[in-house]
Nanobody
Framework: QVRLVESGGGLAQAGGSLRLSCAASGRTSSTYGMGWFRQAPGKEREFVAAIRRSGGETYYADSVTGRFAITRDHAWNTVYLQMSSLKPEDTAVYSC??????????????????WGQGTQVTVSA
């Protein structure tokens, strides 16, 4: 089992920045990648960013490319999402997830096995 705990959410003004953290514990060595997803009220969960454990390849949704950056610490205990140039439409609950299947599509939430509880990000105009 892998436990994920997000932190760092809160209120920001448009154009501002926030950094989210996702602390992983348990059998983290069994995971092949991690991702960030978000869900706004009345909308489906959507992909934000992901990073592969092997090679560190990163992926981003078009809506956040150039504004958000996903990184991780060397031990793969924590994954970060640095969010800059925030927009009101970035308002959502952000959740991190981990995948234990070696062959997975990083943008598909259904392929992730472990999820955190989520952290609220609110961006005011």
């Amino acid at each position: 089992q892998v436990r994920l705990v997000e932190s760092g959410g809160g209120l920001a003004q448009a154009g501002g920045s926030l950094r989210l953290s996702c602390a992983a514990s348990g059998r983290t060595s069994s995971t092949y990648g991690m991702g960030w997803f978000r869900q706004a009220p009345g909308k489906e969960r959507e992909f934000v960013a992901a990073i592969r454990r092997s090679g560190g390849e990163t992926y981003y949704a078009d809506s956040v490319t150039g504004r958000f950056a996903i990184t991780r610490d060397h031990a793969w205990n924590t994954v970060y999402l640095q969010m800059s140039s925030l927009k009101p439409e970035d308002t959502a609950v952000y959740s991190c997830a981990a995948v234990s299947n070696r062959f997975y599509t990083p943008t598909r939430p259904r392929e992730y096995d472990y999820w955190g509880q989520g952290t609220q990000v609110t961006v005011s105009a």
